[in-house]
């Protein structure tokens, strides 16, 4: 094989990319007469706010796609990790296991219930968190008594863990429920980035206690700021929906809140979006794969880098399309970001690991070496669905 060419990896990008004048985004949304349709519904009844139908029908559109019991929709998906955290019981004071490389949502939900992250390290194959080394972690440092999974070195209780799909690509569920029943640890998935995405064909998001998504601008479906809490447990998505609207106590005219709860409910506009767009998930996950297969065919004889690929239990949504320069190759990282920027083409490095950020730099973590390696060599590139063509648009 010849040696690693930065013009050779800036070819194989821009030869999955259409001609066009302006800059590729990362990731962009668009729109179409239905999305503008349904909005519209909203403006001429009326309905914008906290009340409307759009908000139950987006509900049980996601739980039919996602196959759970109950999908209760707020405003963002850092609102929903945070209820998410509360309905399986996590209280200040408390652990959480989160991965070290995600996006800083994760670990903020964490701390506004007091609690502290844990930072877990990644799993090469995934690029999620990986279960066997949380076992090893755990087997090492942890103990299960009669009230639960305690940290030895810190004294605190352990009391969930938040595996996150990163990029589209789901977690080895198996593994990792293994892992947590052994330890009796609850698990809420974070599936923000993978709506859409499959681990053996359950859909992520719907397997562990709950999971959440997000509708963010950026997302494979957009609400222009949304999320949604999942769970298969009937009297916990009662608990997520009373939590997330106030608290408040169904009456004909008095105001009764029996706790503190949270105005997280999403309007009923976003809501519309939200609808209009779900009816073309099928449609987006069949482009970013198109466009995965592109970029994996583009990368193939390209040496020095790597197209990341779905894991082998996955079907990927492929959010955000991932190359991983080769260790010796990474301190290139750098200069072919500038070089893709300056020609239009909107590349970004992965996420700061969370472990080294100001507020985060002193809560306990494992041994984090293959979060710091994916740190220092991933790229991500353009993924919008279109960008694949749309010649199997609606
Ligand atoms: C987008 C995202 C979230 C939630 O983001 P919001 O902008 O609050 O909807 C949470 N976790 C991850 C990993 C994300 O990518």
């Known amino acids: 094989m010849s040696a690693f060419s930065l013009s050779a990896v800036i070819d194989a990008i821009r030869s999955c990319l259409p001609e066009t004048t302006g800059p590729v985004a990362l990731h962009e949304p668009r729109f179409d007469d239905r ?68 996006f800083i949502a994760t670990a903020n939900a964490v701390a506004y219930c007091g609690a502290i992250p844990l930072f877990a390290d990644s799993d090469e194959r995934t690029l999620g968190l990986d ?31 938040v595996p996150m799909h990163t990029f589209g ?24 980035e993978s709506l859409g995405s499959l681990y053996k064909g359950r859909h992520t998001g719907g397997i562990g206690r709950v999971g959440v998504l997000s509708f963010n601008g950026n997302k494979i479906v957009t609400t222009g700021g949304g999320g949604a809490i999942l769970t298969q447990d009937e009297e916990l998505g009662e608990r997520a929906k009373h939590l997330t609207t106030t608290a408040k106590r169904p009456h004909p005219w008095e ?65 955000l399309n991932a190359i991983l320069l080769d260790e010796e190759h990474a301190q290139w990282r750098d200069r072919l970001l500038a070089e893709t920027l300056r020609l239009g083409i909107l590349t970004r490095p992965v996420w700061r690991l969370l472990s080294s950020l100001p507020m985060y730099r002193h809560c306990p973590r494992m041994d984090l070496s293959v979060a710091e390696s994916i740190e220092r060599r991933l790229i991500n590139l353009p993924s919008s669905p279109w960008l694949a063509g749309d010649e199997r648009a609606s």
């Open 131 to 161: 279960p066997h080394k949380l076992a090893v972690f755990l087997r090492n440092r942890a103990e299960v008594r009669t009230d639960g999974c305690y940290n030895r070195d810190t004294g605190r209780p352990i009391r969930a863990v």
């Open 35 to 102: 999305d503008r349709e349904y909005v519209n519904e909203c403006l001429d009844t009326g309905w914008v706010s906290s009340a409307g139908p759009f908000v139950d029908r987006f509900e049980r559109m996601l739980a039919d796609i996602t196959g759970v019991r109950r999908a209760v929709a707020v405003v963002n998906g850092t609102s929903a990790l945070h209820v998410a955290l509360q309905l399986v019981g996590v209280r200040p004071g408390d652990e959480v296991v989160v991965p070290a490389l995600t």
């Open 169 to 192: 690509h789901p977690v080895d569920m198996d593994a990792l429920l293994a892992v947590c029943e052994e330890f009796r640890l609850a698990v809420v998935e974070d599936a923000a």
């Open 255 to 319: 105001y009764v809140h029996d706790e503190i709860g949270y105005n997280y409910r999403l309007p009923n506009l976003n809501a519309a979006l939200g609808c209009a767009q779900l009816h073309r998930l099928p449609i987006l996950v069949e482009q970013k794969r198109r466009l995965a297969e592109r970029y994996a065919n583009a990368f193939a004889e390209v040496p020095g880098v790597r197209f990341f690929r779905e894991p082998p239990f996955a079907r990927s949504n492929y959010w």
